[in-house]
């Protein structure tokens, strides 16, 4: 029977890092039927259910998978990301103080990016609350990168808009951190090289984003998802290569090409200036995309 799980465990797990989370999801959940003590498999399908927008269920999977194993990084860190989705920024942020307590050297960088953009958000409400509920006012996250409106005569000044970009080996992803937007109310378009964002605001006022990209993309596989808490633009590589920034000139001679079989190299990819999984990845599907984020060996 441990034998059985093991092999489900392996097929789940290379259906996840293929991106095919239904057939992940099923055969995680074989794994765990066939032996339900092994804190891994419930920590790797909490990644699943956060990339298929499951948040109670990657929270449920989180929990249990601590109750098995209370060292279980992977479950800790699933875990902080499962209430920051479900909107609990308290919660997840005393999660990532927790992580980063606990000293892991292979998931330190992933809980302090964590909870850096759970500072953000928290700074965010904060700065809505002190504004009367309202959306404008600068919102500026550790590490993340600000795009300013120019400022039109006889108005208030355009509010700044915080954006985040991470990669995996097969894509790059860029978040936009606007709230209660819908479909109708973002445009995208998408070149080899470039990408283009126009957006009305809830408050009224209009959004634009101009990017010139460092590499080239698959413009026709490009996916934009609108949700309640930020837009999230995916993007596949032309070449699954390490980009060194999201803008600016190709440097093919500085690229690191990420090596096979993947997760394991594309949990180290996200770069977040930040989830998923967004991926774990910060996920926006359900299409398949996700945050990344570090697995313990």
């Keep these: 029977v441990v034998h059985m799980a093991e092999e489900l465990f392996s ?15 099923s055969k995680l959940t074989e794994a765990i039927e066939a032996n339900s003590s092994e804190a891994l498999y419930r920590s790797t399908r909490a990644q699943v259910n956060s990339a298929m927008e499951k948040h109670e269920d990657a929270l449920a999977d989180a929990i249990a ?10 479950g800790l860190l699933q875990k902080g990301i499962a209430f920051f989705n479900l909107e609990k920024y308290e919660d997840a942020r005393a999660v990532f103080e927790e992580g980063i307590a606990s000293e892991n ?20 409400e904060k700065q809505e609350e002190e504004n009367g509920g309202g959306t404008e006012g600068p919102v500026i996250g550790i590490g993340s990168v600000e795009e300013k409106e120019e400022p039109v005569q006889l108005q208030a000044a355009s509010p700044k808009i915080r954006y985040d970009w991470y990669q995996t080996e097969q894509h790059v992803i860029i978040t ?11 445009q995208v378009h998408f070149t080899e090289r470039t990408v283009s964002v126009a957006a009305r605001l809830p408050s009224g006022s209009d959004y634009s984003l101009e990017l010139d990209l460092q590499h080239s993309v698959q413009t026709q596989r490009c996916v934009t998802k609108v949700v309640a808490t930020k837009i999230e633009l995916k993007m596949p590589k032309v070449e699954a290569a390490r980009w060194t920034s999201l803008e600016g000139e190709p440097q093919i001679a500085k690229i690191k090409q990420i090596p096979a079989p993947g997760f394991a190299a594309a949990a180290a990819a996200p770069n977040y200036s930040p989830q998923l999984e967004q991926a774990a990845l910060p996920p926006l599907m359900r299409e398949d995309e996700f945050y990344f984020p570090e697995i313990d060996p």
Aim: net charge negative; glycine share 6%.
């Design 105 to 124: 050297p292979d998931l330190s960088n992933s809980f302090k990016t964590w909870k850096r953009k759970c500072d953000a958000e928290l700074d965010m």
């Design 65 to 74: 998978a601590l109750e098995l194993d209370s060292k279980n990084g992977t």
């Design 176 to 186: 936009i951190m606007i709230k209660n937007m819908t479909k109708d109310d973002v």
């Design 11 to 25: 097929e789940g797990k290379a259906a996840l890092e293929s991106g095919d989370l239904p057939a992940a999801l």
